[in-house]
């Protein structure tokens, strides 16, 4: 059955990703106690194994330096404490590789679910946890009803294992009375130290139900209404009739811009009517023309208008106009396919303008060649139809 909120209203949706990291800045991150547990005292009968013996042999020396001592030096008040001292600074030497161990595994085991999350929040006063109503739902409620299972899963699980170890171990454990002191407390402290392990390992089963659990949990309870997924979308990205609006003015900015770029061109090509691309090029600056302006149907009759405003030449190319269009962004290189056929447009132009000052009048260029692989996009048309442009 799915969760409600306050207005009754199912939570039905996963979380986003903003509401996981505000979640995270508030400290609600996974955590598994067990895995915590586990790992905490696992990793400390494994040190215990691997240091136990040596730690309790150094700790036997130092303890008898501190009894083995000069008589004089027994009754000399600063000498003692100089003693003391130095047996406590060898002995915190010795424990170290294992506080260490156990330091970094206290970290290290919360961090491995749900990541490193610290939070001020997390550690604030709350006066509802000291009302006594809040604290009986807590108790009674689903999640106190899984700690209860949990805790008597363990207490069976352990006391199993532990009566199980005590019934094998039951025969030697008998026989240590007949060893000597060194040998007894030497199989003694074996004895413990495996028993240790087994109990410690044996919480990887609750572990390895616990984590599924909680991360289970965390996600149940980080679940979202639908309303609640829809307010956030606009507080994030804004409200559609904003969002549309800013468009439009970021349409009109550009288009604003783009006519201002018009009368630096070099000539507007056109469909004649629904199409229009103005080109420039500088042959000192540019290493091909680029797309100063396009657009179509009412935007195309702007550029035309501004273009004659400004006395740019417009070139009727029909085929070429439509791939300059589809093929090329606005202040973007023409595309290496079309240099042949733009080249030819701009000489005539640039031709055009010097015949002004006196130079020859250039004849006007045939039908440009456009390849077909620019011949797509919207009112193109298929090469029958370039051909007729053509002609």
């Known amino acids: ?24 800045e508030k400290g609600q991150v996974p955590r598994s106690k067990e895995l915590t547990s586990m790992a905490m005292l696992l990793m400390a009968a494994l040190s215990m194994a691997l240091l136990g013996r040596h730690m309790v042999e150094q700790l036997g020396q130092i303890m008898h330096q501190g009894l083995v001592i000069e008589r004089a030096k027994a009754f000399d008040h600063f000498a003692v404490i100089e003693l003391f001292g130095t047996a406590l600074g060898q002995a915190m030497l010795l424990l170290l590789p294992f506080l260490l161990v156990m330091l970094v595994t206290a970290f290290a085991a919360p ?3 749900g990541g490193w999350s610290f939070s001020t929040e997390a550690l604030a006063f709350k ?3 000291l009302n006594p109503l809040q604290g009986m739902k807590r108790i009674f409620a689903v999640r106190g009803v899984v700690e209860m299972v949990k805790s008597l899963a363990k207490f069976l699980l352990i006391g199993s294992i532990g009566a199980g170890l005590l019934w094998h171990y039951l025969p030697e454990l008998m026989g240590l009375g007949r060893e000597s002191v060194e040998a007894g407390l030497a199989h003694t402290g074996s004895i413990l130290s495996k028993s240790f392990i ?22 149940k309870n980080m679940k979202m209404t639908r309303q609640e997924v829809r307010d956030e979308n606009k507080n994030t990205e804004g409200k559609p009739e904003v969002k549309s609006r800013i468009r439009q003015m970021q349409r009109d900015i550009a288009q604003r811009r783009m006519m201002e770029a018009i009368p630096k061109a070099d000539v507007v090509i056109t469909n004649p009517t629904h199409y229009a691309v103005a080109l420039r090029y500088n042959a000192g ?8 302006a396009k657009g179509v149907e009412l935007v195309a009759s702007q550029i035309r208008t501004v273009a004659v405003a400004n006395k740019v030449p417009l070139y009727e190319a029909p085929p070429l106009a439509r791939a300059l269009y589809y093929s ?11 240099y042949l056929a733009v080249a030819q447009i701009l000489a005539y132009v640039f031709q055009l303008k010097a015949s002004v000052h006196g130079g020859p009048v250039p004849h006007r260029p045939g039908p440009v060649e456009v390849p077909d692989e620019f011949f797509q996009g919207p009112q193109t048309g298929t090469g029958h139809e370039r051909n007729a442009d053509q002609e």
């Open 198 to 219: 087994v109990l410690s390992a044996s919480l990887l089963l609750i572990a390895a139900i616990d984590v599924p659990y909680q991360l289970w949990d965390h996600a």
């Open 127 to 129: 006066p509802d946890k």
């Open 1 to 24: 059955m799915a969760q409600e909120n306050e207005d009754g209203q199912e939570k039905t949706e996963d979380a986003t990703p903003k509401r996981l990291e505000e979640a995270r």
């Open 111 to 113: 961090v491995a679910l």
């Open 285 to 292: 600056k540019m290493s091909a023309p680029i797309v100063v």
């Open 328 to 338: 090329t962004e606005i202040n973007h290189e023409v595309p290496a396919g079309l």
